[in-house]
């Protein structure tokens, strides 16, 4: 069964600071990861995701995650924070073999401070 | 494109009380599910359908049934609906290829239980 833990349930940044969300996921078979972000009173959207492939995945709004297997993390960054990413971020994990649903993490709000 | 549908966007209940949450999707997606999300829980399955006329249970299960009713459409019903079904719920469908793949949400159903 899978699984995924996301350290910090809050996270605050300065605008302009580096923005980094962590995420560490178990799996006992190669694992497809994901990060949605939830804008206040919305459903969630696709931020980025690792399916196989390059390691550094590029999403929407210059974020970017890197799957690092021998640490089971994928962690998600963006170098400059700006007002309008202020939102709640869950990372989701799933088997590639396609036969399970995603699992979410508990989420990591994010605030950015002027 | 409507993407996926949910209706009501907010319902208030008494307990004991029953409803159906009503989710269509017009992607052609094989796959559609049923999320909750509690503060601090973040998006926990209920129940998900991995093609027409299938349903599986997922994490938290208990007070619910579903129906797929066709390839669009997902149902969800509280028989007899409780305070701790208090929360707010979110249909997905996903793209073909199996239970992994990227999620396409709705835009919620807020629903109060007293």
């Known amino acids: 069964a899978q699984s995924v833990t996301q350290l910090g349930s809050h996270v605050s940044v300065s605008e302009g600071a580096l923005v980094l969300l962590r995420c560490n996921y178990s799996s006992s078979v190669p694992p497809y990861l994901f990060w949605y972000v939830q804008y206040p009173n919305q459903g969630l959207q696709l931020l980025l995701k690792?399916?196989?492939?390059?390691?550094l995945v590029k999403g929407i709004n210059g974020f970017e995650a890197e799957f690092k297997k021998s640490e089971t993390s994928f962690h998600l960054t963006k170098p400059s924070a700006h007002m309008s990413d202020a939102a709640e971020y869950f990372c989701a994990v799933s088997e590639s073999s396609g036969n399970t649903p995603l699992v979410f993490g508990k989420g990591t709000r994010l605030s950015v401070i002027a | 494109n409507a993407g996926v549908t949910q209706t009501p966007k907010f319902q208030v209940l008494k307990t004991g009380q029953s409803m159906t949450l009503q989710c269509a999707q017009d992607?052609?997606?094989?796959?559609m599910y049923w999320y909750r999300q509690d503060p601090g829980m973040g998006l926990r399955l209920i129940y998900y359908?991995?093609?027409?006329?299938?349903?599986d249970k997922g994490e938290v299960p208990n007070g619910y049934n579903v129906s797929r009713l066709n390839k669009r459409e997902f149902s969800l019903r509280l028989e007899s609906a409780a305070p701790s079904q208090t929360s707010v719920y979110f249909c997905?469908?996903?793209?073909?290829?199996?239970?992994?793949?990227?999620?396409?949400f709705g835009s919620g159903t807020q629903l109060s239980v007293l």
């Open positions: 992607m052609n997606h094989n796959s």
């Open positions: 997905a469908s996903s793209e073909a290829g199996g239970l992994g793949g990227k999620l396409f």
């Open positions: 690792y399916t196989t492939g390059a390691t």
């Open positions: 359908s991995a093609s027409e006329g299938t349903t």
